[in-house]
């Protein structure tokens, strides 16, 4: 039997099995027809995969949206707004927080730490008039440090409709039901770093899977979304070190589908790593990052991109078979470039370039095949938050609550610039909900659309 057909068979088989909710009700045939008939396995998944963005942009509901990278296949919202137009509503906020909103149906939910980070709250608001609907917290007290500029839940909530999932450190893991009742807790041990943390929660198939990272213990594990228990748990700690030290991981881990095998990608210090996220096992990894990591990897046109923080080096290499294990340093990585650019927030592939803007705001874009840096842009203003693809622009918010608006192009191309309120700051990422766009900044939750 032909070899592409048996392909496309398993590759409708895997659609037709995509939990409900990954995809918009009335898709199934669409997703059908276009794993039966593209004869190439590989594009029918990033094909898929660009259906799917599109579909599930209905919620936002991770970090980073519906598949985790920012990426929604056509343009949502406004183009314009500013602190007097498109501002369907705002609400303000306990204190400052770097978490960004998530988004389901009627509901938007925000993590906020007060009193110095002793109260770990979940906000919950009705997403057409933002009004808060309730708020749950968590008392700790004991002690637990972090940067004045990342206060503590700075981890994004993540939701599968059911429940709400959020990841507070030493103060554990929580599940919460939409009307605000406590399904589970876990104490999942302490999480001490002098700069705090920052990744967040990835639900996948019936697990919730958390980092626990950095400082001088670091921690995969997935618990079962139901019941909080302990599905499996993998020790980092070759990769841990003292609190005080400016070494260790801070990002989000990045799920992707690699054929037949399921990828869970993790940046980690000195090399970038690929975990079975049903078993914790380590698939294969790939050398050359530096101490610190804080970017979380990109996929894309057969390549994965890996870029580290504190002026590091950034790798590139080719997506391995599936078949493929240990370390492939030497037979996958194309190329390592050294840097002189402090990167914090993540970025984009969109075709043979990337996107992505360092710490101070240094905007650029480079080819993915050589590193090779092809423009830079500086915007002027401090930049954390990732950039995400919204259709054929990209949307960038700086730390002044700006959010720049430009094209994937071979040289900068500013579409719009849209500031709200002077002096308000902020280093959350948009959410994006069918016509409404969601902005935190550290004083308020804004909800944007047209007027």
């Known amino acids: 039997m032909d070899s592409n057909l048996i392909d496309s068979a398993v590759l409708a088989w895997q659609v037709l099995n995509l939990p409900r909710g990954d995809y918009a009700e009335g898709f199934e045939p669409i997703l059908l027809a276009m794993a039966l008939f593209t004869g190439n396995r590989v594009v029918s998944l990033f094909a898929i995969a660009a259906t799917v963005a599109f579909a599930r942009g209905e919620n936002w509901p991770e970090w980073r949206g519906p598949l985790g990278d920012g990426v929604i296949a056509e343009r949502l919202g406004p183009q314009s707004w500013s602190a007097d137009s498109n501002v369907l509503w705002k609400s303000p906020l306990p204190d400052a927080g770097n978490a960004s909103p998530v988004v389901w149906g009627d509901r938007v939910f925000v993590a906020c730490a007060e009193e110095g980070g002793v109260l770990r709250s979940l906000l919950c608001f009705d997403r057409s008039t933002g009004e808060q609907l309730w708020k749950r917290s968590t008392r700790h007290e004991e002690p637990d440090p972090t940067h004045a500029t990342n206060p503590w839940c700075a981890a994004t909530p993540a939701t599968d409709g059911e429940a709400v999932y959020v990841w507070n450190g030493s103060a554990g893991a929580k599940a919460y039901d939409f009307e605000g009742n406590l399904l589970w807790h876990r104490d999942l041990g302490d999480f001490v770093h002098r700069w705090g943390h920052a990744s967040s929660p990835r639900i996948y198939k019936d697990t919730v899977i958390f980092f626990g990272s950095p400082g001088p213990r670091v921690v995969l594990a997935a618990l ?25 991981s801070f990002v989000t881990p990045y799920l992707f589908r690699n054929e037949g095998r399921s990828e869970l ?24 990052l530096g101490r610190l990591v804080y970017t979380d990897a990109m996929v894309g046109e057969g390549m994965i991109l890996a870029f580290s923080g504190l002026r590091g080096p950034a790798i590139g290499m080719r997506i391995p078979g599936p078949d493929e294990t240990g370390n492939l340093t030497e037979s996958h990585r194309i190329w390592k470039n050294d840097t002189v650019i402090q990167r914090v927030g993540s970025g984009v592939i969109v075709g043979e370039r990337f996107f992505l803007c360092g710490r101070r705001g240094e905007l650029h874009c480079g080819d993915i095949r050589t590193g090779e840096t092809l423009w830079t ?39 719009r610039k ?8 902020g280093n959350a990422t948009l959410a994006f909900y069918r016509d409404q766009l969601f902005l935190r900044t550290h004083q308020r939750l804004y909800a944007l ?3």
Request: glycine letters at 8%; one cysteine or more.
């Open 418 to 425: 849209n500031q709200m309120e002077e002096k308000e700051r």
């Open 265 to 288: 990608l993790v940046p980690l210090p000195g090399y970038l790593a690929s975990f079975d996220p049903d078993t914790g096992a380590e698939w294969w990894r790939c050398d050359g």
């Open 377 to 415: 842009e500086n915007i002027s203003e401090q930049a954390w938050s990732a950039i995400s693809r919204v259709g054929d622009y990209l949307y960038l918010t700086d730390q002044s609550s700006t959010t720049w608006i430009f094209k994937p192009s071979d040289s900068f191309e500013l579409v």
């Open 224 to 248: 079962d979304k139901r019941t909080g228990e302990t599905v499996w748990e993998r020790s980092l700690d070759a990769v841990a070190s003292p609190p005080e030290e400016l070494h260790g």
């Open 449 to 451: 659309g047209e007027e």
